[in-house]
């Protein structure tokens, strides 16, 4: 539900980003404008919360960095501004992987105001490495200094769950290191590219991320991501050479699929009449004729599931494949070519693209993509098929597990119950 993020920022510039408040888009904004008016959207804030209390039994809201950057506690609204806004308990969590847990916990606590301090009900460190009884000395060093009780200390677990955007490693890939090459253009505003995750899964398939022509070497199959701005990155790969690269070797040497943003870039051209991201019309890779993308106000956020369609060309693997997802996006994709799925997206030749994130996700989609892969090639696929959703539950439970033998869970539970 979108009120379980009631105040999203989608940048669209280095200084400015598009405003979503409860699912509907309010409009761009620099980052001053947004700091002067943002407290105008408390009224929005506690409407959601409101309604998700009228809902669910149990509401845990996540702050957003530290609750304690002095510059811009006047008009918090995410951290302790929203704390003190609902009367609701706050623990602080503390990343020892990064050094400095005593500062990042007794600093931000010291810094706390008085009526803030009270809110604060206990004290988490996550990521610790080794043997934990070695922390015991710390769990008391810290009691002491804040006078409150440490909850529990969580282990550093390995898992194969999707990182946030700007903490992922996995873009810094830029070389093939398998029998399958599936490259991906790195955009500037890159956005969900853990929709490809699924593929590193498959025995053989290396994912490299790309960001100049030089780097696009031979790859087995091409994909553009989704984008928070997708003109901007439109305009960047005429800038880069990108465009000129795959428009002279696209469907040729290599196919390509399009998600989202960068579905709509395979079109001829992309328009912002309403200003919507960064208004006026870009040129496309024209790899889908006749196909134009034009965005509106109006912003599309549905879950979905399908069948592909009768397919020809290289994704002719995909026809009839079932398929789950969701689509969030700016902007509607009119063309001439041949529908790809039963929601839409379109393909031409040995190019398709769609508005369906996680659509790879499925075992039936991506296994019969990754036999193409290797068909192609002359190869067989001996391997074992991934169900992406399936492998998901599997990291959470296993998370959720180390996560709950690790905290006091009485002590929490009377924190929800009593707020003591």
Not at 20 to 25: E, F, H, L, Q, T
Not at 106 to 124: D, M, R, S
Not at 129 to 158: A, Y
Not at 379 to 388: E, I, S, Y
């Amino acid at each position: 539900s979108a009120l379980m993020n009631p105040v999203l920022l989608k940048p669209t510039t280095d200084a400015g980003s598009q405003v979503i408040v409860n699912g509907k888009v309010r409009g761009n904004m620099r980052a001053r404008e947004y700091f002067s008016r943002k407290t105008e959207l408390i009224p929005d804030i506690q409407k959601a919360y409101e309604t998700l209390a009228s809902q669910y039994d149990i509401i845990v809201v996540e702050g957003a960095g530290s609750p304690v950057e002095l510059n811009l506690k006047k008009d918090d609204i995410v951290n302790m501004g929203l704390a003190t806004m609902l009367e609701i308990p706050v623990l602080l969590v503390g990343n020892i992987d990064c050094g400095g847990v005593f500062a990042q916990l007794y600093g931000t606590y010291a810094l706390l105001e008085k009526h803030e301090q009270e809110l604060v009900k206990g004290l988490i460190v996550n990521r610790f490495r080794g043997d934990i009884s070695l922390f015991d000395d710390g769990i008391s060093i810290l009691e002491e200094k804040c006078g409150r009780p440490v909850i529990g200390v969580v282990p550093f677990v390995k898992h194969d769950l999707e990182d946030e955007d700007s903490l992922s490693s996995r873009l810094d890939k830029t070389e093939n290191t398998g029998v399958i090459d599936i490259a991906v253009i790195r955009f500037p505003k890159i956005s969900n590219f853990s929709d490809f995750d699924v593929f590193s899964q498959y025995d053989g398939v290396s994912v490299r991320y790309v960001s100049k022509p030089e780097e696009l070497g031979e790859p087995d199959l091409l994909i553009l991501p989704g984008t928070k701005s997708t003109i901007a990155d439109m305009e960047w790969m005429n800038r880069t050479g990108l465009s000129r690269e795959i428009k002279a070797r696209a469907n040729y040497e290599f196919p390509v699929f399009g998600m989202c943003g960068g579905f709509q870039m395979l079109g001829e051209t992309i328009s912002d009449p309403d200003c919507t991201e960064c208004g006026g019309t870009a040129e496309g890779l024209g790899l889908l004729p006749a196909c134009r993308t034009v965005f509106h106000t109006e912003k599309t956020q549905l879950r979905t599931e399908g069948r592909f369609r009768d397919v020809s060309g290289f994704f002719s693997c995909l026809s009839s494949a079932s398929y789950y997802g969701y689509e969030v996006h700016m902007g509607k994709t009119e063309g001439n070519c041949e529908l790809l799925t039963d929601n839409g997206g379109y393909f031409s030749g040995n190019t398709a693209g769609c508005y369906v994130h996680g659509i790879f996700d499925s075992a039936e989609v991506s296994g019969a993509l990754v036999k193409a892969l290797y068909e192609a090639k002359g190869l067989k696929f001996n391997g074992t098929v991934t169900d992406r959703k399936i492998q998901r539950e599997k990291e959470l439970d296993k998370l959720a597990d180390a996560v709950r033998k690790s905290l006091n869970m009485d002590m929490i539970y009377k924190i929800i119950q009593e707020g003591i």
